[in-house]
């Protein structure tokens, strides 16, 4: 049965699972912003998305753009928890898969180091 939990709550443990990130890494991101949507437009099962220009993209003409978005959809991840401990769990992921998108990494690649 999956979990039941306050938006608010949901959106606390997106940002414990930011502070779980290491500060090397979040000094480094540049012109993002992390967001929690009830759901993904894309489908149930989507847990997170990036939209932007990764990091490996960006040439000496990037500037004066909107930030990029790290989207993570409270639904799919509540519909696939049972517990809350699962749903810390399936957010640490996602949001650690989603800011590696921001540095360049592909699916493929989070996926063989278990990030998937």
Known sequence: ????????????????????????????????????????PEGATLLGLYEGIDLTRRGWDYGAVLPDRILIFRNPILAISDTEADVIKEVAITVVHEIAHHFGIDDALLHELGWG
């Open 1 to 40: 049965m999956p979990v039941r939990m306050s938006r608010e709550r949901f959106e606390e443990l997106v940002s414990d699972a930011l502070d779980q990130v290491p500060a090397e890494l979040m000094d480094r991101l540049e012109n993002v912003v992390v967001l929690v949507e009830d759901d993904s």
